[in-house]
C-alpha cells in the first residue's frame, strides 16, 4: 500500500489486545496498521498483517523481524515511548487521523503515561484511543460530543485551566479541575454534549 495515499491509520500498542467488538472493527476496517514494535508479535500469531512496524525494536522476535523487514521502521530515540514513535510516524507520512487501540489492559503506569500522551498528540493529529470499555478524545477548544441520554462521561483535564461543560448530569461551570478524578463519573443527559476547555482535556465516553 502506499502510504502518501493513505489518511487515517490503526495503532496498535502494546497493551492488552481488545476483545470489544468497536476496537475489533477499527482493526478489520483499518486502511493503514501501524503495530508498536513488541505488538506485532501477538497481532502477527492472530494472522494479523501489519503495514509498519515502529519503535525501538528491542521486544519484535527475530523471526518476524527477518519476515516483515520491508515494513520495519526502527526509532532509537530514547525519550519517546514506542506509542509516540508510531503517531509521528504517522504524522510524519501525512497520515492525520489516527485510532489507537491496544494502549490500556496492562500495567498501570503504562496505561496512565498513554492516555496522558493523547494531550500532546491532539496538538499534531486528530486522534482517539479505543478501548475495551470506552473513548478517549483529547481536545485542546470547545467541542459538542455525539451522545445518548445516560452515557457514562468522565474529564480528565490535564491543565489547570477553567472549564465548563454543557448537558452533563453534573455541570462544571469555569472550574478548574486540580485532580483527575474531579471530573469523573458525569452523565449525558442526551443526544449530546459539550466541552468548552481552556486548557488540554481527555474526555472517555463508556459504551452503550
Known sequence: MDRNKVTTAV???????????????????AEYIV??????????ARGGVPDAIVGDCDSISEENRIRFAGVLHPDPDQETNDLTKSVRFCVENGIQEIII?????????????????????????????????????PIQSSKEFKSYKGEQVSIFAID?????????KYPV????????????????????????????????????
Not at 495503532?11 to 476496517?29: C, K, M, Q
Not at 491496544?102 to 478501548?131: C, F, P, Q, W
Not at 479541575?177 to 472517555?204: A, K, M
Open 11 to 29: 495503532i496498535i500498542a502494546n497493551g492488552r489486545f481488545p476483545n470489544h467488538t468497536v476496537p475489533l472493527s477499527y482493526i478489520e476496517e
Open 35 to 44: 503495530c508498536c514494535d513488541g505488538a506485532a508479535n501477538d497481532f502477527i
Open 101 to 137: 487501540v491496544g494502549g490500556t489492559g496492562k500495567r498501570e503506569d503504562h496505561t496512565i503515561g498513554n492516555i496522558s500522551l493523547l494531550a500532546d498528540y491532539a496538538e499534531i493529529a486528530k486522534v482517539v484511543m479505543v478501548t475495551d470499555w470506552g473513548i478517549f478524545t
Open 160 to 168: 489547570p485551566k477553567e472549564l465548563t461543560t454543557h448537558n452533563l
Open 173 to 208: 461551570k469555569g472550574r478548574i479541575l486540580t485532580n483527575w478524578w474531579q471530573g469523573s463519573l458525569n452523565e449525558s443527559l442526551g443526544d449530546s454534549f459539550t466541552i468548552e476547555p481552556q486548557g488540554r482535556v481527555i474526555v472517555f465516553q463508556v459504551y452503550k
